[in-house]
């Protein structure tokens, strides 16, 4: 008899909380659906944006890399010249911690890449022409794998 009770006084909310999940499944499905098509323009349209901006008025390619960062996933645009040197870099979205980290991601730093041609090292820790940020290495550092991955890339297409 009193596991009868118990059961029962378990068996209400269990059941009310499993409609509350359908609904909110059901609602999060229909939001999903009726966004999807604005959100992949406009992920188009930020692609297409960091691409002009990393070509800026040169001819090339423009090739986006995803790296591993302290915050997680990096997406870096890359832009590469006819004649194989780098136009720009811009980082397109990342997970890293505003402040200290974010600073290898601003126009200023990233700028020393501009005119390189290769990336020898594996680690810009081993590379004297680059610098990276005290402090924000694995930041500086993802930036420095993802314009070296942009290069690889670039050159196994035969330029």
Known sequence: MNF???????????????????VVT???AFTYSKTKTTIDANAVKT???????????????????????????MSVMVGISNEGKITGVKVVSHGDTPGLGTKAMEP????????????????????????AITGATISSNAVYEAVKKAILEYEKAGR
């Open 4 to 22: 009868k009770r118990r059961l029962g006084d378990y068996a209400l909310p269990t059941i009310v909380l499993v409609i509350i999940c359908l």
């Open 26 to 28: 059901c609602a999060l």
């Open 47 to 73: 692609h297409d944006e960091a691409a002009k901006e990393v070509l800026g008025n040169e001819e090339g390619k423009a090739l986006e890399e995803t790296v591993q960062s302290y915050g997680g996933e």
């Open 108 to 131: 200023e730093y990233l700028k020393q890449y501009k005119g390189t041609e290769k990336l020898e090292y594996e680690s810009i820790r081993d590379d004297d022409s680059k610098d």
